[in-house]
């Protein structure tokens, strides 16, 4: 005997094991959905599945929110002055399993206090060991990192530092935040030499290029570059100045491809 395709709520609540007035208020809140026949609400049976497949899915837990974030950036501020690791490392791993995205993460509660601590060490108010170990746990912390979200991915980025350019951390933080974005990425780190970009690109599928240029001169011969691939493979190349966030990078990475 097959089963009928529309049933009513008092059943469909007998189904659901609530009662029939929490079936009501499901249906008066929209999250159950049901149509009145000779004033009688009615059920489809395929929404009923829905309905509780859903409810049996545990919903995804809300994001931090901005005060809490701050906390952790200043929690997160004091492990890395002290070079205490293990407290970073809990830090992120509790905020991740909370739900905070990689962007997020990075432009909110790690990049500050490199930034305060950089600021610190310019002022004489940090020795330079202070600001190169803060640098080093943050680069395990994000190689750590691996988010593999589910869905078809936005394409194929390039991520590289741009020749002379050896700062390793911004082009980590790119790739975090881009493979949280759905790109597949090709990591090729720092200081990488614009005729091995080239090279690279003739050899591989890559749909978009990112080169970080941080320090003297670095803006002006990732300018360069970007103008070199353009012209040799056609690429379009995104040059992640200082100042610019990984936020503000996803943002124009969906719109170049």
């Known amino acids: 005997?097959?089963?009928?395709?529309?049933?009513g709520l008092d059943e469909a609540a007998e189904e659901l094991g609530v009662h029939y007035q929490t079936a009501y208020r499901w249906v008066r809140a929209g999250k159950l959905a049901a149509t009145k026949v000779?004033?009688?609400?009615?059920?489809?049976?395929?929404?009923?599945d829905a309905f509780r497949e859903r409810r049996a899915t545990p919903a995804p837990p809300p994001e931090p929110s901005a005060v809490r974030l701050d906390r952790q950036r200043l929690a997160m501020g004091r492990a890395l002055?002290?070079?205490?690791?293990?407290?970073?490392?809990?830090?992120?791993?509790?905020?991740?399993?909370?739900?905070?995205?990689?962007?997020?993460?990075?432009?909110?509660?790690?990049?500050?206090?490199?930034?305060?601590?950089?600021?610190?060490?310019?002022?004489g108010e940090a020795t330079i060991f202070v600001e190169h170990r803060a640098t080093a746990i943050v680069e395990r912390i994000l190689g750590g990192l691996s988010p593999n979200p589910r869905g078809r991915r936005r394409g194929?980025?390039?991520?590289?530092?741009?020749a002379g350019d050896r700062h390793s951390l911004p082009t980590l933080m790119a790739t975090a935040a881009l493979r949280e974005d759905n790109w597949t990425v090709q990591h090729l780190g720092a200081d990488v030499p614009v005729d091995e970009l080239v090279t690279f690109i003739e050899g591989h599928r890559v749909d978009l290029v990112v080169l970080s240029a941080v320090g003297p001169g670095a803006v002006d011969r990732a300018r360069q570059a970007e103008e070199r691939v353009v012209e040799v493979n056609g690429v379009p190349v995104l040059v992640g100045e200082?100042?610019?966030?990984?936020?503000?990078?996803?943002?124009?990475?969906r719109a170049a491809v």
């Open 156 to 162: 194929v980025v390039l991520v590289a530092g741009v």
């Open 1 to 7: 005997m097959t089963q009928q395709s529309t049933i």
């Open 38 to 48: 000779d004033g009688r609400y009615c059920v489809e049976r395929s929404e009923l």
């Open 242 to 253: 200082p100042g610019v966030s990984v936020g503000r990078l996803l943002e124009l990475a």
């Open 81 to 123: 002055f002290d070079g205490d690791e293990t407290k970073a490392r809990e830090i992120v791993a509790r905020l991740t399993s909370n739900g905070t995205s990689v962007a997020r993460l990075i432009e909110e509660v790690l990049a500050p206090p490199l930034v305060d601590i950089g600021s610190a060490w310019h002022r």
